[in-house]
């Protein structure tokens, strides 16, 4: 059963422009979304996590800027502008604070840069 | 340094045999768990450890919280056991994981 559709699932981007990615949630048990990126070395580094609607976070990180926003309970979204490098962006899931806080991942988007 | 520190980086295996890898600790971890990335790049959850033990098929892992470290034991390799397999540690409370570098594990037949 996919928890998460995330969208697009790769994308290549002209150096200097920003793309939007999206990611929806299927399951209301696991209301806690956040963002991952995994570099081109397969190292997966927690970027945000953001529980309610209209929470906004932006981070700088080596070869890309980024900004995220929960827009509903169901979608989470992230800018990322000024990549430099490539890197697959995941959007997980989870339940914090219960018993079960396994971690689920969505598919995945892939940034390639132009 | 690194806070999740994964041995062996990568291993190769015949079907049938059986292996371990190794998570270490630099941080206080209170909860770990296991994943594997397939060559598509898809995450699975493999187990989820409050300290103690856990076992699923051919699969066991065990997380000790006081000597800081995890393993996870496969058992019987199958060639479907390939891919990446990442151990992730929480500090306490909250969904951010800090994941190791991975071990990537080939099956053979």
């Known amino acids: 059963v996919t928890l998460l559709e995330q969208n697009p699932r790769w994308r290549l981007v002209p150096r200097g422009q920003a793309v939007n990615l999206r990611c929806i949630l299927k399951?209301?048990?696991?209301?806690?979304m956040s963002w991952y990126q995994q570099d081109l070395q397969k190292q997966l580094q927690w970027l945000f996590t953001l529980r309610s609607p209209g929470d906004k976070e932006v981070k700088s990180l080596p070869g890309a800027d980024y900004l995220a926003t929960r827009v509903t309970d169901t979608e989470l979204r992230l800018q990322v502008a000024n990549m430099s490098q490539g890197r697959t962006l995941y959007c997980t899931c989870?339940?914090?604070?219960?018993?079960?806080?396994?971690?689920?991942f969505g598919h995945g988007t892939k940034l390639s840069v132009l | 340094g690194d806070k999740v520190k994964q041995s062996p980086s990568a291993l190769s295996l015949q079907e049938g045999t059986n292996s371990a890898l190794r998570c270490n600790f630099s941080i206080a971890a209170t909860t770990v768990q296991w994943f594997l990335q397939n060559p598509r790049g898809s995450l699975m959850n493999l187990f989820y450890l409050v300290p103690g033990t856990k076992e699923n098929g051919r699969l066991k892992s065990a997380f000790d919280s006081k000597e800081s470290y995890s393993t996870l034991h496969i058992r019987d390799a199958q060639l479907e056991d390939s891919g990446t397999y990442f151990c992730a540690a929480e500090p306490g409370g909250s969904a951010k994981l800090i994941f190791g570098e991975g071990t990537k594990l080939t099956v053979s037949s």
């Open positions: 399951n209301s048990q696991y209301p806690w």
């Open positions: 989870s339940a914090v604070g219960g018993r079960d806080e396994r971690l689920f």
